[in-house]
């Protein structure tokens, strides 16, 4: 078992029966989404909303009850990766391009469990990953100016054939690179947010409630904020 499926197991075990899920997206999430397929197997009704279209396809094949948000006003919990974490559970998410729907399922639970290998642990956010920002295409050489003000280096993502990469909600992302990292998280989130033509950035501050660290050799460490 290696370190994204020893904290994915681990975290299914916060979904209590009758909960009503957040169903984050991801390698590591993955395997939660397995350990609650494998409960729906056992005869358990697990429902949730999905944050992305990849977690949606997996949730059904798996058997997983979808919900839209219009079904509910909170989640009981949700369950989701990051790209980094710190020791205050400030994170960047949104590597896999659902920052926006993953930052909205979040404010929505009352707990917030997140599942990582140890490499995502760091002690300043910035330094191995870069952020992304989810931005309105048309806006997108502007807010590229205004964030390359902030202090950072931003970079469109494409595909790997060198196609406009678009989000589920069809926007771009730049992701930005921070030469000595984030100094102040908060901080930066709130000056992106006031960019006009930024959807969202991957900047996950006051979110978290449980760090969930899987090992290689099956060692898991939990951690309460």
């Given at each position: 078992m290696d370190a994204k499926e020893t904290a994915g197991r681990a975290a299914a075990a916060y979904a209590l029966p009758g909960m009503v899920l957040g169903l984050g997206t991801g390698s590591t999430v993955h395997w939660t989404l397995v350990a609650l397929g494998e409960r729906v197997a056992r005869g358990e009704r697990v429902r949730g909303v999905a944050t992305s279209v990849d977690t949606e396809t997996k949730a059904r094949a798996m058997g997983i009850e979808l919900l839209s948000l219009d079904a509910v006003e909170s989640l009981d919990l949700a369950i989701d990766g990051a790209d980094e974490i710190d020791a205050e559970f400030r994170m960047i998410k949104g590597g896999g391009g659902a920052l926006l729907r993953e930052k909205v399922v979040a404010s929505l639970a009352r707990q917030v469990v997140i599942v990582v290998g140890a490499n995502k642990?760091?002690?300043?956010?910035?330094?191995?990953?870069?952020?992304?920002?989810?931005?309105?295409?048309?806006?997108?050489?502007?807010?590229?100016?205004?964030?390359?003000?902030?202090?950072?280096?931003?970079?469109?993502?494409?595909?790997?054939?060198?196609?406009?990469?678009?989000?589920?909600?069809?926007n771009a992302i730049?992701?930005?690179?921070?030469?000595?990292?984030?100094d102040q998280p908060a901080e930066?989130?709130?000056?992106?947010?006031?960019?006009?033509?930024?959807?969202?950035?991957?900047?996950?501050?006051?979110?978290?409630?449980?760090?969930?660290?899987?090992?290689?050799?099956?060692?898991?460490d939990v951690v309460r904020l």
């Open positions: 642990v760091v002690t300043r956010l910035g330094t191995t990953f870069a952020l992304p920002v989810e931005v309105v295409p048309f806006a997108r050489p502007m807010v590229a100016r205004r964030l390359s003000l902030l202090g950072c280096t931003p970079r469109v993502r494409v595909h790997k054939d060198g196609a406009p990469y678009r989000t589920d909600n069809g730049l992701d930005c690179s921070f030469a000595q990292g984030i930066l989130e709130r000056a992106i947010d006031t960019i006009p033509g930024v959807v969202e950035s991957g900047l996950f501050v006051g979110l978290a409630h449980v760090r969930v660290v899987g090992y290689d050799d099956g060692r898991c």
